[in-house]
């Protein structure tokens, strides 16, 4: 019985790897890439034409587009690829939060006790730190990488690699 649950488990995730094996790779000519981005990453890009930034996970990469959330995009359409570190996003989320309920619990303990000052300097200052740490985290935790400053992007697939 435990090996069919290990089969159950184990079987989707080789099926998974074995269908796709395409990679997006960020490179700029002379150095080593970047970012070697697979199905399933947290992306954003811009395309030429378009404001704003089209943000979601990869879903599809072929030769010559990508699908990011529901929005298929080709390669040569993109001007700015950004993506984020995301052990850095889940700290700097948790900081903040943590930042937020700790001075929103504070000021509700502190009003039902009817305490003056509702908020105190130490108080409001580890608040206010804890915000600043998680968004400070959550903006250094990305790159962004500009067709214009010399980057590009290149589709690489393996499974092709392998019949050559």
Not at 52 to 81: C, F, M, P
Request: proline residues 2%; without cysteine; aromatic residues 8%.
């Amino acid at each position: 019985m435990r090996n069919l649950w290990i089969l159950a488990l184990v079987l989707p995730l080789q099926l998974a790897a074995q269908t796709n094996q395409s990679y997006l790779y960020v490179m700029k000519k002379g150095r080593v890439p970047a970012e070697r981005l697979n199905l399933g990453t947290k992306i954003a890009i811009k395309v030429a034409e378009e404001d704003g930034w089209i943000k979601g996970n990869l879903s599809l990469i072929t030769e010559d587009r990508v699908q990011v959330g529901k929005r298929t995009v080709y390669l040569s359409a993109i001007t700015h690829l950004r993506t984020y570190n995301e052990l850095m996003s889940l700290l700097g989320s948790a900081l903040a939060s943590g930042g937020l309920l700790f001075s929103g619990v504070v000021a509700v303990n502190n009003t039902i006790n009817d305490d003056r000052p509702i908020i105190r300097d130490s108080q409001a200052t580890l608040g206010a730190g804890l915000l600043l740490a998680g968004g400070g985290l959550l903006f250094f935790g990305r790159n962004t990488y500009q067709v214009e400053k010399g980057w590009y992007l290149k589709v690489i697939d393996l499974k092709a690699l392998d019949n050559e």
